[in-house]
């Protein structure tokens, strides 16, 4: 038994990754619905649903910048302090920080705020009358449609699901719940009426509208829960805090790539903040790698153009000095540099990884990923410096060279050391099909990104990427864990895809991922796909990158 720092209760926690298995204070809350297995997030959800456009969500999605948090309150302001800088500096006025904060963290000045909390009442909510029903759809209807159910546990179940329940039941004998756990129940009910929505047919709008007033509600307690429960008597668990933020980020990306990646910003703060420093438990470690897996895919498709000067503040770039660093594959990594490198910055083994448990797919191949995003971030600015020194010209050549054959390299089996030899999901062969499609996805996206290389020349990756996804697209594509890993090869093959026979299979693939509301792209990735080739045959040149298109196409 051990205590929670962030929860004062008292938890047993299986430290094995078997089965993904931790024991939850209050368990026999699940029992009271069915026995089935769940997996929170895995139906569909509408790419058409217009979320942004629905007067019942306008108040809380028609600013741009979703994750600002708007506040019209000074105190509760100062709980947001490390949450979007950019806005909270024309609500507060910077203030110097006391000399015995907590931690001494690099934040820009206007982070630097101890909050100073208010006592605030205690949230009453009522219960949806819907809200049994809703959760009892996700366990009798979500778990019986996974294919991988036996061979794991959706962290959705394992961590989402207990605490939802436990929600319902605060709300259900004293009426009223925290801030935080409260976005999670909202953000869960949310999902499971969309999903009704759609199972149902598109004139279903009573699930629309459902769905819609409960992501309106989630969106509103989370708000607050940044506002009041980030500090002071009220702190709410670092756990839930996170696990709110990673499920807005969720039910924003059916609206837009934008927000979404605003949420997985907001939720590196809150990392860095207070979740480092803790690294032992179980579900905390689940949770930051979920982060970090939905960020290094978000990051290799954003449209952010920020300048030189803004670049050297963000993450997922590489400096003059960090050239040829980490590209070792076969160097032992660390505790202290697993448990830190929540982006992948550096390759090598881990042995507490949980990756493969997780997704099925080594954390080596993301890692891959990762640098390869850093890479081409960098690269134009690199190469400017290159021209007037000698030595970063021929450290950018090597680097460069060295992660190309490392992704060459990357064996085409599974990476059996980093997983445990009694879990057995990234040697099922659905898995080990996505796996090596999201390889075929990265050669193709290296050679577009930093050698920008013509799409004419890359048609037999594309080729092989499909025959890799199509296999295992409609068997896991139900579930959310695996349907991100999925949408990614599928955009990046469909992007690059010349031929009509190419274009037409890119097509299908791209049609189920969108219809599960996954995609990474302003509007359905179906959508997007057609503007790039369409722009391409016009102009002539199929070497125009797919981010400039899409820009320019979508402004």
């Keep these: 038994m051990e205590s929670s720092p962030d929860t004062n209760t008292f938890t047993s926690i299986n430290t094995e990754t078997d089965g993904l298995v931790e024991e939850i204070q209050r368990s026999d809350w699940p029992d009271q619905l069915t026995q089935d297995d769940v997996d929170v997030f895995a139906a569909s959800l509408d790419p058409n649903l217009g ?21 019209d309150d000074h105190v509760g ?36 705020i101890i909050p100073q909390p208010r006592d605030i009442p205690h949230n009453r909510t009522v219960i949806p009358e819907e809200a049994q029903y809703l959760l009892r759809h996700y366990r009798q209807n979500i778990s019986s449609r996974s294919t991988m159910q036996g061979k794991r546990k959706s962290p959705w179940e394992i961590i989402f699901l207990p605490c939802a329940l436990e929600t319902f039941a ?26 009704l929505h759609v199972s149902n047919g598109q004139s279903s ?91 290094v895919i978000a990051e290799s498709m954003s449209l952010c153009t920020e300048t030189p000067s803004e670049s050297t503040n963000r993450t997922f770039r590489i400096t003059e000095e960090g050239l040829n660093m980490g590209l070792d594959p076969v160097q032992e990594k660390t505790d202290e540099i697993g448990y830190n490198d929540i982006h992948l910055q550096v390759q090598g083994r881990w042995n507490h990884t949980l990756y493969p448990v997780i997704y099925g797919i080594p954390e080596s191949l993301m890692t891959l990923l990762s640098q390869t995003v850093s890479l081409s971030n960098e690269k134009a600015q690199l190469e400017n410096v290159a021209r007037c020194n000698p030595n970063v010209s021929e450290a950018l050549t ?42 075929q996805a990265l050669v193709i996206y290296f050679y577009r990104r930093v050698y920008d290389m013509n799409a004419m020349i890359l048609q037999d990756m594309v080729r092989k990427t499909l025959d890799h996804l199509e296999p295992c697209l409609s068997e896991l594509i139900d579930e959310q864990d695996f349907a991100t890993s999925l949408a990614w090869p599928a955009f990046v093959a469909g992007c690059e895809a010349v031929t009509p026979e190419l274009q037409e299979r890119a097509l299908v693939c791209l049609g189920v991922t969108d219809d599960k509301g996954v995609y990474f792209t302003p509007k359905p990735a179906k959508l997007v796909v057609s503007l790039i080739w369409d722009k391409r045959k016009t102009s002539g040149d199929w070497s125009a990158s797919w981010q400039s298109l899409v820009v320019d196409g979508l402004e």
């Design 51 to 71: 979320i942004g456009e629905d007067s019942i969500s306008d108040q809380v999605l028609d600013d741009p910048s979703m994750m600002d948090f708007l506040m």
């Design 398 to 439: 090597k680097h460069t060279k060295t992660l190309e054959n490392r992704i060459w390299a990357w064996p085409l089996t599974l990476d059996t050391a980093e997983i445990p030899d009694h879990h057995d999901l990234a040697t099922q062969p659905l898995i080990r099909s996505m796996t090596l499609a999201i390889h």
């Design 170 to 195: 605060e709300l259900s004998l004293w009426n009223e719940a925290s801030h935080t756990r409260s976005s999670i129940f909202h953000t869960l009910l949310a999902h499971s009426a969309l999903q």
């Design 205 to 295: 709008f009573k699930w629309k509208e459902i769905g819609l007033r409960n992501h309106e509600k989630a969106h509103g307690h989370l708000r607050l829960a940044l506002q009041h429960e980030m500090f002071g008597p009220r702190q709410a668990s670092y756990k839930e805090l996170l696990m709110a933020i990673l499920a807005m980020a969720m039910t924003s990306l059916h609206n837009g790539a934008c927000a979404f990646r605003l949420f997985l910003l907001d939720a590196e703060r809150l990392i860095r903040l207070r979740g480092l420093a803790n690294q032992n438990p179980f579900k905390t470690r689940l949770l930051h790698h979920m982060y970090t897996h939905l960020r």
């Design 77 to 112: 302001a100062e709980g947001l302090a490390m949450f979007s800088p950019g806005f909270i500096s024309q609500v507060i006025e910077p203030r110097e920080s006391d000399a015995d904060d907590e931690e001494n963290l690099d934040l820009d000045p206007v982070t630097d």
